[in-house]
């Protein structure tokens, strides 16, 4: 059932679900099976994979709550043939739950405590026949040793029974369920009080918007100033009502789904205000509760998404290659941290300048620095953006105008989460012998020569690409950010001989243990000549081996092979080729011309189909491809330090640093990333700002606008947009949002628009945006 489900899902054959649900239960690894299992799953990409595993899991977990359901209601000896079929068709969690409501065991209700009392026939005879008179029929009911001294108290009783069967009718509740999704709205309005303290929640003091049109942002955002205390968040079935005292829409619905009217009936009146509390009382607050509940965990699900999409581009982001860099970790009164790594990543030389204020040491400094890039032969300088970068890239400029000769480049690099580096574990294992200070200028110039394999050793949260990520399930997102780099790590390959343990620990197969015991087993016995000597790695088995290997790269070894993506248990498919065509492996090995002349069908077999076949040839012609782009770098303008100096309508290039659902923060080299809305990103409607850039991406923008005060600042990269005029006093005394009326309306995207102000350009978004977002 639940491989078929899956299929249908997927849009593939049952085959193939099942084929990659007994590998995945095997203990195999989604970038093993995408990349080396390619015939028994017929050709599963890792995207296909990585929602097959997903949706296993949830599928999984929902037969084993059915069959607890099943269990507990026929306990109870209430399970019927009916409810038996409709628990085994449910096909959701919330359906699930729907139906095993009336059965949960739970506290007394006063409900329970009227049917105990024996007025559930009562209740009965009302609501089957209007025509009764609710105080003649309660009369003989009425016990004061039950707690039921008057017809008030019993008529009360009677409409608490109804109500509790009404409230569990899984059927009327996937109606009224169906109606809020639709039509309710989320109204969010201050906290009396707390005006001032909350001002960063402005835009959701009065604001109403429709349920199922919120963003995940601002969803996140009013639950954020909730728990805070700041908002009172409220959901809205009637939007359209103005009249409190009208029935609600939903007050309708249950009255039709029991064929409920006020027809003059004597016992109308009764069961229009059982409709009312079931309403009031039951549903309603039992719907706010849910929809919120899915509402969070909708926009918690796609702010992760969000950071699994920006740490995925971070990761993969181009490497500047082994070459010779110097990594300034830039300080103030503090000082100019400087570590120079070698090709291979070794740190070869420490120091400490003070160039800034107090000390001034400019000329000193440069001097310091001329020498050791000579001294180095330096190829590279990777200056941290954090404060001082900006006069540090100037010195940098001026030293490297002043000796031409050194000829190396200057780049900057976002230094998120360098210094949570300097402080792990981690790094006083790898850099014991240096102050931790240092070891961030270590990881600066380290994140140069390759981003992925020194990123990874920085717990994902810490890197700044996030939306809203402390507010999230934090296993959640773990989970997600492990399952990023994991394939990250895999698309690339890991060099065995240099790799540190935390790279080595997200190669499919491996885990820290491995890792550091591979790292140990390196140490002792030098590099490894060969992947086959893995296997004298304590506690690395042959199941560890086969997912691993083919990830593992030994540059130089025994076997050219072994640098290569092909795996070891492909090696005969090669034996083969070398056979046909007289040639040896190494003259094989990038000889496109002859590789192209090949015929895979003549080298499959009974173990390896086409499609790996066609794999092997691929990487014979180019041997440990790396994924990654080419290395560019963004030059940010001369005298445009710090937000003081932006000035709307200049075009500047920067480096987009994170991507978020409402849009683009860009880094222009002024301490404070800016926002490119949506709406701003590209002439052509777009619904999501990654269908035009990704972190990483060097763009060119405009300033449409600069709010020094609130340290905003709002860019376009449609190049042709005019700022409008607005000044700092307007913007300071709190000048609202386009669509911030407060009527309930959906919110929509002005995307193919010009922006009708700098605001507009911001997007409704904006005020928390900048707070939140980034999350350094």
Known sequence: MIINKIADELAVSPTQVKAAVSLLDEGATVPFIARYRKEATQGLDDTQLRNLEQRLTYLRELEDRRSVILKSIDEQGKLTDGLQKEIASADSKTTLEDLYLPYKPRRRTKGQIAIEAGLAPLADALFNDPTLNPDIEAEPYVDAEKNFADVKAVLEGARYILMERFAEDASLLGKVRRYLQDNAFVTSTVAPGKEQEAIKYKDYFDHQERLKNVPSHRALAMFRGRNEGMLHIQLNADPQNDDPLQPSQCEHIIAEHYAIADKGRAGDSFLKQVVQWTWKIKIGLHMETELFAALREQAEEEAISVFAKNLNDLLMAAPAGAKTTMGLDPGLRTGVKVAVVDKTGKVVATHTIFPHAPQNAWDKSMRTLINVCKQHKVELISIGNGTGSRETDKLVGEMLKAAPEIGAQKIMVSEAGASVYSASELASKELPDLDVSIRGAVSIARRLQDPLAELVKIEPKAIGVGQYQHD??????????????????????????????????????????LAH?????????????????????????????????????????????????????????IDSIVQQTAVAVNDLIGNTDLLRKLSPDNFTNEHFGLPTVKDILKELDKPGRDPRPEFKTASFKEGVETIKDLKPGMILEGV??????????????????GLVHISALTNKFISDPRDVVKAGDIVKVKVLEVDIQRKRISFTMRLEDTPAPATADKRAQGKKHPGKSGKPKSAGRNNGAKPSSPNAAMGNAFADAFAKAKQK
């Open 472 to 513: 999230v399930s934090q296993s959640q997102l773990g989970k997600s950010l492990d399952r990023v780099i994991e394939d990250c790590v895999n698309a690339v390959g890991v060099d065995l001989n240099t790799a540190s343990p935390a790279l080595l620990s997200y190669v499919s197969g491996l885990n820290k243990t």
């Open 517 to 573: 015991n591979i790292v140990a087993f390196r140490d002792n016995n030098g590099a490894f000549a060969d992947r086959k000597t893995l296997l004298k790695v304590e506690r690395l088995g042959p199941k560890a081996f086969e997912q691993a290997a083919g990830f593992l790269r030994i540059q130089a070894g025994k076997n050219p092979l072994d640098a290569s993506a092909v795996h070891p248990e492909a090696y005969p498919v």
């Open 656 to 673: 987009v640093s994170n991507v978020a659902n409402f849009g683009a923060f860009v880094d222009v080299g002024v301490h404070q990333d």
